[in-house]
């Protein structure tokens, strides 16, 4: 443990632990989270992998009390793997008994690497694009013969339409006769032009079909094998928590396997390592160092809570018999009676003027069942239907639409699937853009190992379209518009974080938080769908 000096005064400690998933650290975990920061700039920031695209890492903190002498002091870990090692002087170990894991890992990695090589060289192989070419080159062939085919049939079957009319109704019996035996001749022709393609087809796709069966088996055995070692990895986690008990990861996440990565987390490396210690946690802090991560959300100093994927289930079990703030509920504050206020009403449809802080739909339980949907269902006892037709965050205030009648709703809904609905964002950025308007085109998807939070991922994610126009610029932050031609969620947040650099202003998810996130729905313009006439409502931003 490193020891501060000079030692905090009592009255600077928390009286219990902070919440690891509350998104500002105490000031103690603050000020060891400023000295490692010190050290890393002037060491381990030399690392060029760290300053590569994608190469940064997530570094925490832990503060700690020293029972036997009343010390405070702080440990540190990395997240993961740091140079190619678990394992680097100053920082936690992981929580996994490495020698035991050295004893048979590497054997499996050649195991596996094994499989996956004979998969290669069988699909790569000549016997492999030799079958896979007589498929190809058959198939092409086949298709030929039968435009060909289909062609001349077209044309013998017009040729007979105009005998048949220049004949008339006294055409002689042999002439029909002839015409319809060519007609005859012609079916004929396709169904054994067919017999045969599909006895061609066969023959060419059988060894196709066994290289296929042969590259299944293989990638079967290879997952098998990985399946296995995989629980043989989290075997390897025995957690014991500050009440004294032994947990297995696999029962801390049951009946769900843990995910990837399960327990390499900076936060509960900190937390095995002070219990190993007999150090009593005081506060947590986690921070990204270097470049941010490829798919973007991460800006190097910044703080992040625990995500909530693997560290979710695994820190409350942790945590057991230690004093601890219970985890943020966000959209808990109070929103007043009267919201949210009406903008425009008639029999069909309602828009709102939604307050930051309030959900759209209901959450999970207590305070997060309160939103938009609820007070409406509460205040217009004859609305029917899913009434909500799309959605703004928690943290976004602005238009919101609500159809009265499923009807409606289901109208309203085509609208924003066919992009008919015209939505204007207004929103400050922390930074100053260069350009005055542009186009940001990022897929996006969710991120499974912290939800909500979405990245970008150019290979799984959806497609996610914004333009914007710059309007001013102040003390360098940009005001912006922004314009949605997708609704993804948090598509606006990322974009401005990711794709221009400068993320809108509060964002306590992809950027700083503030006292709000300054991003608010000012103007929603759609075809009413009982009179097609074109609505549009405006809200101006409270910012």
């Not at 959450?363 to 949907?373: E, K, P, Y």
Request: net charge positive.
């Amino acid at each position: 443990m490193r020891v501060f000096a000079p030692q905090p005064a009592v009255s600077a400690l928390p009286p219990r632990l902070p919440s690891p998933f509350a998104r500002e650290p105490h000031p103690i975990a603050r000020r060891a989270a400023a000295e490692l920061n010190a050290e890393l700039r002037a060491g381990l920031a030399a690392d060029a992998r760290l300053a590569t695209p994608g190469g940064g890492k997530m570094f925490g903190v832990l503060v700690c009390l020293r029972p036997a002498d009343g010390v405070v002091g702080y440990l540190r870990a990395f997240s993961g793997m740091l140079g190619g090692r678990w394992t680097v002087e100053g920082f936690a170990p992981p929580v996994f008994d490495e020698a035991a894991r050295a004893a048979w890992w590497p054997a499996s990695e050649v195991e596996l690497a094994s499989l996956e090589a004979q998969r290669a060289e069988l699909g790569g192989s000549d016997a492999a694009r030799a079958a896979r070419g007589r498929l190809a080159e058959v198939s092409a062939r086949h298709a030929a013969e039968g435009d060909e085919m289909r062609a001349r049939h077209a044309a013998n079957r017009a040729g007979r339409h105009a005998a048949r009319a220049a004949s008339g109704p006294a055409a002689a019996a042999g002439t029909a006769d002839a015409l319809d035996q060519a007609s005859r001749a012609d079916t004929a022709e396709k169904r054994d032009l067919r017999a045969r393609h599909a006895a061609a087809l066969a023959a060419a796709a059988a060894p196709v079909a066994t290289l296929d069966a042969a590259l299944a088996a293989l990638a079967e055995a290879r997952a098998e094998k990985s399946r296995g070692f995989l629980a043989r990895i989290h075997a390897g986690y025995t957690l014991t928590t500050f009440r004294g008990e032994t947990r297995a990861l696999r029962d801390i996440f049951a009946p769900d396997a843990p995910p990837g990565g399960a327990g390499d987390c900076a936060a509960p490396k900190l937390l095995a390592h002070a219990q190993r210690l007999g150090l009593r946690p005081l506060a947590l802090a986690e921070l990204w160092w270097g470049a941010p991560p490829t798919t973007g959300g991460r800006l190097s100093g910044a703080f992040y809570p625990a995500c909530r994927g693997k560290c979710g289930p695994l820190l409350p079990a942790l945590l057991e018999g230690l004093p601890t703030e219970l985890a943020p509920q966000f959209g808990g504050g109070p929103i007043a009676a009267d919201e949210p206020r009406t903008l425009f009403a008639d029999a069909h449809v309602v828009v709102v003027a939604k307050p930051c802080g309030l959900l759209s739909v209901p959450g999970r339980g207590g305070a997060l069942r309160d939103s938009v949907l609820a007070r409406v269902r509460a205040r217009d006892p004859d609305a029917t239907g899913p009434l909500v037709v799309h959605r703004l965050d928690l943290d976004t205030s602005g238009v919101l639409l609500i159809a009265r009648d499923p009807a409606t709703h289901t109208a309203l809904q085509a609208q924003f699937a066919r992009r008919e609905v015209t939505k204007r964002y207004i929103a400050w950025l922390d930074g100053e853009l260069a350009a005055e308007t542009g186009t940001i085109d990022l897929p996006l998807r969710v991120d499974l190992d912290d939800r909500p939070r979405q990245l970008v991922d150019p290979a799984h994610g959806k497609p996610a379209v914004t333009t914007y126009r710059v309007l001013a610029r102040a003390g360098g932050r940009t005001r912006v518009e922004l314009s949605p031609r997708t609704g993804r969620t948090h598509q606006l947040r990322v974009h401005c974080a990711v794709g221009l650099g400068a993320p809108i202003t509060g964002d306590r998810l992809y950027g700083t938080p503030a006292d709000r996130l300054e991003l608010h729905a000012e103007s929603l313009a759609f075809l009413h769908p009982r009179t097609g006439e074109r609505v549009e409502v405006r809200w101006p931003a409270p910012f």
